[in-house]
């Protein structure tokens, strides 16, 4: 089958899911080739397409004003091969069956690449937490829960947090699962400490991601001293990215929000840093108040993309930055992407970085530190044991690691250009398919 009637499939089989479409062409694109050379595998693709489950629930909860509210709930466990489904769940109105499928395929190629025992999965809500008050986000996750539950477990699916699930909603939803099932287990990852959560795992994704920045860096005898930052997003991974490019000497001037973006031309340090992280995390404001509090600049209703800098780390959200973007971003001088947030870049944004050949790195290869993390989380619950901060950002170290190796190892092209796309999907794809294939057709 060509690229072109695989994809005709895919298309024919899953209309209007545009974004799980982008996220299949990819990978499909960058397999062609190995698997003319590597024939067993042929066949193994149609099935990694195709959930091996799709759950779609109705989702009823009472708002403060007493009114009767319906949202819709959805876990998409895409692929087993190799260990439990594992991956975060999604709250954000733009939820649907296509984000969903996208993400889980994502995770499954993901999961791989982190050398730890996780399958493939994603899931989530239309539900907006967005001017909730804590009482409504516990009443949704709770009945969100009530419903979830006798589709995971700790040896089965494993949950944890993505855009709009953080701590406080872990929190909701754990406690609903222990009620239901009366069982202290290891079911969710991204606990707090007190109940089961690991060091680093908070930290994991941002830091991660700043990892794999410094290991292709060091390809071209570079690292992040004196480099000027420009991330976007100011949730979770951002905020961990952010920090981690501080300690490590880089400068970060730009933060976003779905509203816009802050250019602090100074740098972000540790003291701007823990401002951000209470008005995200706690009083759960706008990013623009950073501009106003330490008087730098806010662009309303665009991305940061046109700031002059040396690296990018896209942490927001999918398809947030264009060709256009990266035009401006290389003509500015930018020379490395590290992407923190699922499939931020169009595929005319990939194919202009891949063309003039700069430290491009896809999110599934650059932000699995978070996924990893979660792995070394369920590690020490099965052992019921803690590790230290140091072993953990250890242990998050050496799996960046390797899987900067095993991208190098893939995607090495005759000249010498690491094509980490290539790298990525090839690396991920073969340890799911060998197992598929050893566990016969299933
Ligand atoms: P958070 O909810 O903590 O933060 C999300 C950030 O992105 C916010 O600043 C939010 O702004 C912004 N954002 C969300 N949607 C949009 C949008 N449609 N347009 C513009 N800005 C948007 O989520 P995370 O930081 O956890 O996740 C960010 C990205 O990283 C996602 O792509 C996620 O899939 C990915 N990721 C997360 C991991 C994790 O461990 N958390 C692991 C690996 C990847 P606003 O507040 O205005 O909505
Ligand atoms: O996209 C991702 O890898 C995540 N949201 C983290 C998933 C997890 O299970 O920790």
Redesign the pocket.
Known sequence: MTVQQFMDMVIRKNPNEPEFIQAVQEVVESLDAFIDDNPKYVGVLERMVEPERTIIFRVPWINDKGEFCINRGYRIEMNSAIGPY???LRFHPSVNLSILKF?AF??VL?NSLTTLPMGGA?GGSDFDPKGKSDLEIMKFCQSFMNELQRHIGASTD?????IGVGGREIGFLFGQYKRIRNEFTGVL??KSLEWGGSLIRPEA?GYGCTYFAQEMLTTRHSDLKGKTVVISGSGNVAQYACEKVTQLGGKVVTLSDSNGYVYDKDGIDSEKLAFVLKLKNETRGRIKEYAVKYNCEYVEDKTPWHVKCDIAMPCATQNELNRDDAMALVANGCFCVSEGA?MPSTPGAVEYFLERKILYAPGKAS??G??A??GLEMTQNSIRLHWTREEVDTELKKIMKSIHENCVKHGTKEDGYVDYVLGANIGGFVKVAEAMLAQGLV
């Open positions: 594992k991956g975060g993400l994502e995770q993901k994603k494993v949950p944890a947090g993505d990852t991204g994704t699922n932000n699995a978070g996924v993390t979660s």
